[in-house]
């Protein structure tokens, strides 16, 4: 994945959860979508999905997977999420 798709992918990724994950934890996830805080966001973002357990498919922890790989951040706790289908 290139810088330029990666940008786009974890700018539109807080909305791919939405009515799945906390609303306080949204607006944070939004937040750092717009400054750009990408580890911030995907660790906030295993964290409040694994947390309250929320349905993720299996294409969606893989993209996580992909997405945690390029930020160079471990990917053991996609293992804790409630991946369905």
């Given at each position: 994945?290139?810088?330029?798709?990666?940008?786009?992918?974890?700018?539109?990724?807080?909305?791919?959860?939405?009515?799945?994950?906390?609303?306080?934890?949204?607006?944070?996830?939004?937040?750092?979508?717009?400054?750009g805080?990408?580890?911030?966001?995907?660790?906030?973002?295993?964290?409040?999905?694994?947390?309250?357990?929320?349905?993720?498919?299996?294409a969606?922890?893989?993209?996580?997977?992909?997405?945690l790989?390029e930020?160079?951040?471990?990917?053991?706790r996609?293992?804790?999420?409630?991946?369905?289908?």
């Open positions: 994945m290139d810088l330029s798709q990666y940008v786009k992918t974890m700018k539109r990724l807080p909305e791919r959860f939405v009515g799945r994950i906390p609303e306080p934890d949204l607006e944070g996830l939004r937040s750092m979508a717009r400054g805080e990408w580890d911030e966001l995907l660790d906030l973002l295993v964290a409040a999905l694994g947390g309250t357990q929320a349905p993720v498919t299996a969606e922890r893989d993209e996580l997977a992909v997405l790989n930020a160079g951040m471990p990917t053991v996609l293992d804790e999420l409630n991946v369905t289908g």
